[in-house]
């Protein structure tokens, strides 16, 4: 049995690894997921990112689905060094190799037509033997193969060894031997002439000089046949890592109700790149505690010995926490551009409003994601509608006094912080008053709320003709 080892070709090679999503949907967490992995073990150590499209599928491919995966890709960042390669303007590079294995005998034609092929399988089915190819136009020395039956578009199959292990040390999974009877003789080129789906990888892969192939465990069964291939070619199998699916927090496969959307539906929702990459980064992947990095520092750390062999759970409330995070963190001028949009959907009126980097500063500090940032950054932006009922339980005739106070001295006071709060305090003093019985009716009247952060924040982002202006209208 030839074992293929990862740490003995790991030395003096160039790093090359290779994203290749198929244009058949979005581009979802999981290839997001196998895409910052990729990239990542590239950028560590100094090698190159690849990304590849595997648009064979033609009745399934469509552009819109590629465009998708790019602009998912730009959005978290994750910058291929080579590409992007389309596998359909491969096809004479494909022929090419057919050719050639053609030629040396490690392909050749068959002429069983498809349904030939399942009535084969339904006899060993019926005998109780794995249903497979049964090497009815294999060539083998001494064999009289049959007649070329006329009007029969042959296929193209792989010769596969007949005997021996094929093996390799996964990086994710460890050692995995697949005895080669297991494995029939594959098609390689269908009988209108296209190659099939793992003889194009083999092809890029080899080509390409993919050193690392960093992919879905649902790929597990495909590696054995291209490993074959590879080496019917005379190539040197890439290194392979199988990382295991992603769960919904309940443990089912992950759908579209736990979140498995198009990557291009967070940062609609809010989310911050660089918070969709540290959460992906810890989807099956370590480094000791840590929950919180750059994507700079995931680069120094990632390797391939932590990743996890088990599933991994998505948790949307931690991606969540993750974003609040990257918010308090972000540049306040970033988020104003981000929220702003929204703030305009709304109908937000910006004309002698406060500044929106100032608002933003403000509110960022509870806000998950830029939709709720933007809804909370809106008390600003529109004139306040308080509740009539919420007027009438917080605008008593006991308060009022202290709330014509509070306006006549907002005339005179300077204009910080640290003044209007001891302001209120004196105000608060000379009534006899406690804190909320003045901050809520200032809050209703201001923003049309009961709940905003410090009422002296507020008061000094609104600026003192329109405090003085609200507070008359009712007073």
């Given at each position: ?182 494995l029939d003789d594959l098609i390689i080129a269908r009988s209108d002439g296209t190659p ?280």
């Amino acid at each position: 049995m030839a074992l293929f080892s990862p740490a003995a070709s790991r030395q003096a090679m160039t790093v090359r690894t290779r994203f290749a999503p198929s244009p058949t949907g979005y581009l979802h967490l999981g290839g997001a997921r196998t895409a910052l992995f990729s990239w990542a073990y590239a950028r560590r150590f100094g090698g190159v990112f690849i990304l590849r499209i595997e648009d064979t599928d033609l009745e399934r491919s469509t552009p819109e689905a590629v465009q998708a995966i790019l602009d998912g890709m730009q959005w978290l960042g994750l910058e291929h060094d080579e590409g992007p390669f389309y596998q359909m303007r491969r096809m004479d590079r494909y022929r090419e190799v057919i050719g050639q294995m053609l030629q040396e005998g490690s392909a050749y034609y068959c002429y069983c037509t498809p349904a030939e092929v399942e009535a084969m399988r339904e006899r060993q089915r019926a005998a109780g033997q794995k249903p497979r190819y049964d090497g009815t136009w294999r060539p083998e020395p001494g064999k009289t193969l049959p007649a070329i039956p006329e009007g029969v578009k042959p296929v193209v199959r792989f010769r596969n060894p007949l005997d021996g292990d094929v093996a390799w040390e996964d990086a994710v999974k460890g050692l995995i031997t697949i005895g080669n009877r297991e494995l029939d003789d594959l098609i390689i080129a269908r009988s209108d002439g296209t190659p099939t789906y793992n003889f194009c990888v083999v092809v890029d892969d080899w080509d390409m000089k993919i050193t690392h192939v960093i992919r879905g465990d649902d790929h597990v069964n495909n590696t054995p046949r291209q490993i074959n291939i590879l080496k019917a070619l005379g190539a040197t199998p890439p290194i392979y890592g199988h990382v295991p699916m992603i769960l919904g927090a309940d443990g089912e496969k992950l759908s579209k109700r736990h979140g498995a959307v198009s990557v291009m539906e967070y940062p609609a929702q809010g989310y911050l790149p660089e918070a969709m990459l540290n959460y992906l980064a810890r989807l099956g992947w370590s480094h000791g505690d840590e929950e919180i990095f750059s994507v700079e520092q995931f680069c120094k750390w990632f390797d391939l010995d932590h990743l996890t062999k088990s599933p991994a759970q998505f948790n949307p409330e931690k991606l969540a926490w993750l974003n609040n995070h990257y918010i308090k963190a972000a540049d306040n001028a970033r988020l104003a551009q981000l929220a702003q949009p929204q703030l305009e959907r709304d109908g937000a009126v910006f004309e002698g409003a406060p500044p929106l980097e100032a608002v933003i500063g403000l509110m960022k500090e509870r806000a998950s994601t830029i939709v709720e940032l933007a809804d909370a950054a809106m008390l600003f932006y529109r004139q306040p509608q308080p509740d009539a009922a919420l007027l009438a339980q917080h605008l008593t005739e006991a308060v009022r006094p202290a709330l014509a106070d509070y306006a006549a001295r907002i005339a005179t006071v300077a204009w910080d912080r640290a003044a209007l709060s001891a302001m209120l305090k004196e105000v608060l003093a000379a009534h006899k008053l406690k804190m909320p019985q003045l901050a809520m009716p200032l809050r209703l009247l201001l923003t049309g709320q009961l709940q905003t952060p410090s009422i002296d924040a507020v008061v000094e982002l609104f600026g003192r003709d329109v405090v003085a202006g609200r507070l008359a209208a009712h007073l």
